[in-house]
């Protein structure tokens, strides 16, 4: 007699016991910490277009605007101009915001995906590829390779406006950005070790 590799979910349930069923539930507590994220993402596209909003006025000469940015991105120079340096140092900040951004769709997405419930997107034309093989292990080296992206943005913003920064900061922060760097290494390799283990057992 043939047995169906998979219950549905009603079937699962009607076969666990109360305490493994109440434990199994509480995986829905993330959703509030999910939703916060996406509160905290509204947050960061209204953070970008006043931003974006300074430097299309300060283009035009705005001076106010040119004076904002300059607080903003601790601008050491020419006060009430804009040049090439300060609109390299805002649009860094605008990509900073992105992949940011970016990093919380992954953790929203993937996270919900993967300890939460499944989203049934297969087929969707909008489904993200990596969505499907994402997995605990696999959103981690994701995040790991965002946190990076994200040190690498902050580094150069650093370092191009190294004036208004310490020797003892610049050494920090190219010390931290190295120190992501190893670990989103030995996280995949790690990873990368696991994967036979994973499908011998299989």
């Known amino acids: 007699m043939s047995r169906s590799p ?5 079937q699962a349930n009607a076969r666990m016991r109360p305490l493994p069923r109440l434990i199994f539930m509480t995986r829905w507590l ?6 916060g994220l996406i509160l905290a993402q509204c947050v960061y596209v209204y953070h970008f277009w006043v931003e ?13 605007a040119v004076e904002t940015l300059i607080s903003s991105v ?17 649009v860094l900040g605008l990509i900073d915001v992105v992949m940011i951004s970016n990093l919380l769709i992954m953790v929203i997405v993937g996270g919900y995906e993967t300890f939460v419930s499944r989203m049934n997107l297969e ?10 093989h994402v ?14 992206g994200i040190s690498s943005i902050h580094l150069l913003k650093t370092f191009i406006n190294a004036e208004a920064y310490g020797e003892k900061v610049l050494i920090a922060q190219t010390a931290i950005h ?13 990873d990368r070790l696991m994967q036979p283990a994973e499908a011998e057992a299989h």
């Open 30 to 35: 993330q959703v509030p910490l999910y939703l």
């Open 52 to 64: 974006l909003t300074h430097l299309i006025e300060a283009a035009f000469g705005n001076r106010t």
């Open 74 to 90: 601790g601008y050491i120079g020419t006060s009430g101009t804009l040049n090439e340096t300060m609109i390299m140092l805002v």
């Open 123 to 132: 087929g969707h034309p909008d489904q993200p590829e990596w969505l499907n």
């Open 6 to 10: 998979e219950l549905s979910e009603t």
């Open 178 to 190: 190295i120190t992501f760097l190893l670990s989103a290494m030995a996280i995949a390799y790690t």
């Open 135 to 148: 997995n605990a292990s696999v959103l981690k080296v994701k995040l790991g390779t965002a946190i990076i």
